[in-house]
């Protein structure tokens, strides 16, 4: 079983748990913060029109020291939303994950006039979200109710599961944590144990702070809440389920042999005379009968290439913060360099403009009229170098926040196919994530190809494995199907049983003829071979009793084709995506 590392402090740590289990995920909960309630008086809440909450700690804390619950509440997230409907707060909105959205949020639904807003946080908190409402015009309060204190060292118990191989995935939903975390792993020595582990991280930034770290592979959720990291463990479980089962490939075994049924009427002596020799003769033929399909051996070249090319996306996202923060720089120090450069024009302009004024007032003659356009023009051409300096700072700007934005989107974009793909190769319904990645399409003709998995996403597609083995039942009923349709009335429907029950038949690539049964030898040899298309082309040429029993068989194919055709013109998209992206 999956081992996951929970490093949220216990009050959240505990659903997250109680959520992995269910998802048969074991989870181990190492609190790496410990909430401490600060002795913070609250302020007066006359006057307040809203209380905006960007942790499930803050709604805590406030619920403990507030018995007031008519206020409107605005939520960073769904997790902290759920907590305030947990302490009986009714009117809540929530915003999409962080405090950027969360002011947004605030800024589309109420106006600086409406009241005051006090923002409930923790002694330490990301952002400004006080300062970004402010300066809008918003009346803002921050109270700091709570402490998170930081976790000294990893506990034995979690240092000695790492040196062992036994921490499988560890969870990390705040940059303060994540960086936590590295500190720590570093001061107990096990940092090369995390070679072995994954790190499920809730945005770019957390995965930034632990991107120094030798994970084996660094994953990032859609968006930044819970539900999407769950699900992106979710996806993560069936992957490693599917590759535990081709590392596996166990020998089917043998199927036993059906019974000869009872005799189909009192009346039919012949028939239940043939039966019996039939069972009589069983080491005859028992060889001849349909042998068990081989493991399949499914390619994973592609799944593999777009996990490749998912973590290197979601590196550079993570690693975007720095390179960011060097552009930053590097474009305060133009900025700075041109401030100084256009102090010195300006001084120019000024010096040019009094040397102008002196001539226009001491003396009108031809030769310092002539002076005076001079001075105009060295104006006129001081003025457009400033502007060109400006323009050049603000494009370079402009270009680096281009790149920045989309390399996330290529990144999103490469996820959600990958996440979509593991979906339809697990045969599990992929509704929501087709919605999603629908939403992070780059361009009209890319969402285009998700038009043909619409039909398909909300009851999933089989896997090749399902089918293969449903397809000997499926021969079967189809050669009895035919093998009754030659013969009239009651003797029809017992060569039926007799087909059904003993399913002799030929098997094999090199059976040769148009008849069902050569047909559906080819087709099972084809399809024993991976060749599914293969062995839906050839069922196409079934005779008409055969094909009626053939047609469920062939229509899950067939949707399987088309899914794996169009999950192929995705994964295509997302693995071009370095050229859209420049990387």
């Not at 305060?332 to 100084?340: F, K, N, P, T, V």
């Not at 323009?391 to 490469?414: C, G, N, P, V, W």
């Not at 080819?522 to 005779?543: F, K, T």
């Not at 008409?544 to 047609?551: L, N, Y």
Request: proline share 6%.
């Amino acid at each position: 079983m999956t081992r996951a590392l929970i490093t949220r402090p216990v009050e959240d740590a505990q659903p997250l748990a109680a959520a992995l289990t269910a998802h048969g995920i074991e989870p181990v909960i190492e609190p790496l913060l410990t909430i401490v309630a600060l002795p913070t008086a609250l302020p007066s809440l006359d006057g307040v029109r809203a209380l905006l909450f960007t942790s499930a700690n803050g709604v805590r804390a406030f619920g403990a020291k507030s018995a007031q619950r008519e206020l409107a509440v605005f939520a960073v997230g769904p997790a902290t939303a759920e907590a305030a409907r947990a302490v009986g707060f009714g009117a809540i909105e929530t915003a999409e994950g962080d405090a950027d959205a969360l002011a947004r949020l605030v800024v589309e639904r109420l106006k600086p006039d409406e009241g005051r807003l006090i923002h409930v946080a923790g002694s330490t908190l990301k952002g400004d979200l006080a300062g970004q409402l402010a300066a809008q015009g918003y009346t803002i309060e921050r109270v700091a109710l709570y402490d998170a204190v930081p976790a000294d060292a990893l506990s034995p118990r979690v240092a000695d599961d790492l040196a062992a191989g036994r921490i499988d995935w560890v969870l990390l939903f705040s940059p303060r944590t994540a960086a936590i975390f590295a500190r720590l792993v570093r001061n107990a020595g096990r940092a090369d144990a995390l070679k072995s582990c994954t790190a499920l991280c809730l945005s770019p930034p957390v995965a930034e702070a632990v991107s120094s770290l030798p994970w084996h592979r660094v994953r990032i959720a859609t968006r930044p809440d819970q539900a999407n990291l769950l699900a992106l463990a979710e996806n993560l479980q069936a992957e490693a389920a599917h590759s535990a089962t081709l590392a596996a490939k166990p020998a089917t075994p043998a199927r036993p042999r059906a019974a000869i049924w009872p005799a189909v009427a009192a009346a039919a002596a012949t028939v239940v005379v043939l039966v019996g020799a039939f069972g009589a003769s069983a080491p005859l033929w028992r060889d001849l009968v349909l042998p068990p399909a081989p493991s399949p051996a499914t390619d994973t070249t592609r799944l593999d290439a777009l996990g490749a090319r998912v973590d290197q996306l979601q590196r550079s996202v993570a690693t975007s913060p720095s390179a960011a923060s060097a552009t930053q720089q590097r474009l305060a120090q133009i900025e700075s360099a041109l401030d100084q450069r256009i102090a010195a024009l300006s001084k120019a302009v000024d010096d040019l403009r009094a040397q102008s004024s002196s001539v226009t007032q001491t003396d009108s003659q031809s030769a310092e009229r002539q002076t005076v356009s001079d001075l105009d023009a060295r104006l006129a051409a001081l003025a457009e170098q400033i502007k060109l300096l400006q323009s050049h700072a603000a494009q370079a700007e402009l270009t680096q926040q281009q790149k920045t934005a989309e390399t996330a989107r290529d990144t999103a974009f490469a996820l959600g196919v990958a996440e979509l793909d593991g979906a339809a190769r697990a045969g599990r319904p992929f509704a929501a994530n087709l919605t999603a990645l629908r939403r992070l399409a780059p361009d009209p003709a890319t969402a285009d190809l998700l038009e043909p998995l619409e039909p398909l996403a909300a009851a999933g597609v089989p896997t090749i494995g399902q089918l293969k083995r449903d397809w000997p039942d499926t021969a079967r009923r189809a050669k009895a199907a035919q093998v009754a349709s030659e013969y009239d009335g009651w003797l029809g429907r017992v060569m039926a049983v007799l087909e059904s029950a003993i399913t002799i038949r030929r098997v094999g690539g090199g059976v040769t003829g148009d008849d069902a049964e050569a047909l559906l030898a080819r087709a099972g040899a084809r399809l024993d071979s991976d060749d599914l298309g293969g062995a839906v082309a050839i069922l196409a040429g079934l005779p008409a009793p055969a094909a009626r029993e053939a047609k469920p068989w062939l229509e899950r194919a067939r949707a399987r084709l088309a899914a794996e055709a169009a999950l192929g013109r995705l994964v295509e998209q997302a693995l071009g995506s370095p050229a859209r992206s420049g990387g």
